[in-house]
Nanobody
Framework: QVRLVESGGGMVQAGDSLRLSCAVP?????TAWFRQTPGKERTYVAAANWRIGSTYYADSAKGRFTISRDSASNTVYLQMDDLKPEDTAIYYC???????????????????WGQGTQVTVSS
């Protein structure tokens, strides 16, 4: 297990954009972003299997968020556009060697996690 390092959270207004970054070990071909608010379960936002080129998005993220990767630096990004107050949460980066289909959306399969970065969107 590896502790991932995230960055890029902050406080913005509705409609603004943020980009989260996460340094991921080179042999982790499946990465994801999850988010959590107080008292609620951690839920997936976006996931990707870079080996096969598949990406997945929660309904709340479709059309606004983009997960991407810079393979040269082993950095995974979550570009978040048109942010809404309901996007306020702690965002976590996660990684695992690989995943397939719906398993990429299940937090139980991820072995590496970041410490979380706070995103706050005001109206």
């Amino acid at each position: 297990q590896v502790r991932l390092v995230e960055s890029g959270g902050g406080m913005v207004q509705a409609g603004d954009s943020l980009r989260l970054s996460c340094a991921v070990p080179g042999r982790r071909y499946a990465t994801a972003w999850f988010r959590q608010t107080p008292g609620k379960e951690r839920t997936y936002v976006a996931a990707a299997n870079w080996r096969i080129g598949s990406t997945y998005y929660a309904d709340s993220a479709k059309g606004r968020f983009t997960i991407s990767r810079d393979s040269a630096s082993n950095t995974v990004y979550l570009q978040m556009d048109d942010l809404k107050p309901e996007d306020t949460a702690i965002y976590y980066c996660a990684a695992q060697p690989t995943c397939s289909g719906v398993a990429c959306l299940d937090k139980r399969g991820y072995v590496d996690w970041g410490q979380g970065t706070q995103v706050t969107v005001s109206s």
